[in-house]
């Protein structure tokens, strides 16, 4: 059985709700400093900023301050907060819906990333969160696509995450979506949506191809107004954009969905102007701590159907 490396708690504290970096060192190496194998391991900031970040006390290890002639020290490890890149303002706020001592819950903004990823890390609900509530440990029991809106689920301490993400893990929390797509009389509802999804790594839109089951959806029409209607979307299970791949296989994709049915151009960072009408609505579940029944509903509405009204 593989053991789990105890966790060290780090030299630095976060930084607007980000975790430094850790660099372990490796057990067997010949560089004479920790500047040398830095140099080494991370090319993309050697030279002037590795030095600058050295001299400036930027690198720490659990000894403090990591200098330009530190000795290579093997097995030990070093913290930094990386550069991040420059981001534009999710200029939505991210509301707590519920909060206890275990838990907190959001009305998450479209737009807004549920964890920190590639050139999304300090505008993240995450992030956000951290900072905001001065909770530092706080991580997300699920997660919902950049582009969706609605509820997230996050667990305040390192002691409660396993008892809640053990409850998405057995399929023990109720998920309810809405979203708005045009009518089709010839599309007959409800139905379970049963098929086989991958996502390839790199590839922006995952598929559906031949093969066992891996991904159930229940789609219902709760109204129309003119040419586009309402849908409540229950996931029996979670592949990544299932909801989105599923609806569009029905020959109904959802309004402002930029991957399916294809692919297009990525909007500009701060285009803000056509989010995807696609709302986490409900969570539903026992709670493993109280054993109480949580029921817990989304306060945003869909833009493209208050339109249409």
């Known amino acids: 059985m593989r053991r789990r490396t105890k966790s060290v708690p780090a030299p630095l504290p976060q930084r607007d709700g980000v975790d430094p970096v850790r660099v372990k060192l490796p057990v067997e190496g010949s560089w004479p400093t920790v500047a040398a194998y830095l140099a080494h391991r991370l090319p993309a900031a050697a030279g002037d900023r590795l030095a600058e970040m050295l001299r400036g006390g930027e690198i720490l290890s659990l000894d403090g301050p990591v200098g330009p002639g530190t000795p290579f020290a093997p097995g030990a490890s070093v913290w930094f907060h990386r550069d991040l890149p420059a981001e534009v303002l999710v200029p939505f706020p991210v509301e707590v819906v519920f909060r206890d001592e275990h838990l907190v819950v ?48 996050f667990v305040v301490t390192a002691q409660a995450r396993g008892a809640y993400q053990t409850l998405f893990r057995d399929r023990l929390v109720t998920k309810e979506y809405q979203a708005v797509a045009r009518y089709d009389e010839r599309v007959a509802l409800p139905r379970l949506v049963r ?23 229940r789609v219902e029409l709760l109204e129309r107004r003119g040419e586009l209607a309402r849908y409540r979307l229950t996931p029996l299970t979670g592949r990544t954009h299932q909801l989105r791949l599923h609806m569009s296989s029905l020959g109904l994709p959802i309004l402002g969905d930029p991957v399916y049915p294809e692919v297009l151009p990525e909007a500009a960072p701060d285009d803000f102007r056509n989010p995807l009408q696609l709302l986490a609505t409900g969570l ?26």
């Open 195 to 217: 098929s086989r999804i991958v996502k390839e790594r790199g590839v922006i839109a995952a598929r559906e191809v031949p093969g066992p089951v891996n991904a159930e959806s």
């Open 106 to 153: 959001v009305d998450k903004p479209h737009f807004l990333a549920t964890t920190p990823r590639g050139s999304h890390v300090v505008q993240t609900a995450l992030s956000r969160l951290r900072h905001d509530l001065e909770l530092p440990e706080l991580v997300p029991a699920h997660r919902l696509d950049r582009l969706t809106a609605g509820l997230v689920m």
């Open 284 to 309: 539903s579940f026992t709670d493993p701590f109280s054993g109480r029944a949580v029921e817990l509903r989304s306060r945003r509405v869909l833009a493209a159907w208050e339109a249409a009204a």
